[in-house]
């Protein structure tokens, strides 16, 4: 089953953080997929631009209206995802508690499902 893993960061902490320790975790996050992907588990990831480049869609009254910034306020925004292959939500958890950017805020498991 697949599992979409959205990791959460604090953007503040994150760029306080010395810039060796940030290019570490990055260095780290490259091979911790490249972990998955021998043990068969990876489906694709990607890190996205911080929150502050976020435009959120909102429907009311039949249409959308853009509002910049993220759609839920929050301390911490997704700062990138995984989606990995997995036999069930116990091994999907194992896998997401290594992933390095999550030392920085948190990761959402969260099984996907298939429509139509």
Same mark, same amino acid.
């Given at each position: 089953?697949?599992?979409?893993?959205?990791? &959460?960061?604090?953007?503040?902490? &994150?760029?306080?953080?010395?810039?060796? !320790?940030?290019?570490?975790?990055?260095?780290? #996050?490259? *091979?911790?997929?490249?972990?998955? =992907?021998? #043990?068969?588990? &990876?489906? !694709? #990831?990607?890190?996205?631009? #911080?929150? =502050?480049? *976020? !435009?959120s869609l909102r429907h009311e009254n039949g249409r959308f209206s853009p509002t910049d910034g993220p759609y839920a306020e929050t301390k911490e925004q997704v700062? $990138?995802?995984?989606?990995?292959?997995?036999?069930?939500?116990?091994?999907?958890?194992?896998?997401?508690?290594?992933?390095? $950017?999550? =030392?920085?805020?948190? %990761?959402?498991?969260?099984? %996907?499902?298939?429509? $139509?």
């Amino acid at each position: 089953m697949k599992y979409m893993c959205l990791i &959460y960061i604090d953007e503040e902490l &994150y760029s306080a953080l010395p810039a060796e !320790t940030r290019k570490r975790c990055e260095i780290e #996050s490259i *091979a911790y997929d490249e972990t998955l =992907r021998k #043990s068969g588990h &990876y489906c !694709t #990831s990607d890190a996205l631009a #911080s929150a =502050r480049m *976020a !435009t959120s869609l909102r429907h009311e009254n039949g249409r959308f209206s853009p509002t910049d910034g993220p759609y839920a306020e929050t301390k911490e925004q997704v700062a $990138g995802f995984v989606m990995i292959d997995a036999k069930d939500l116990d091994e999907a958890l194992r896998i997401a508690e290594k992933f390095p $950017g999550a =030392r920085f805020g948190g %990761v959402e498991v969260r099984p %996907v499902i298939q429509i $139509g």
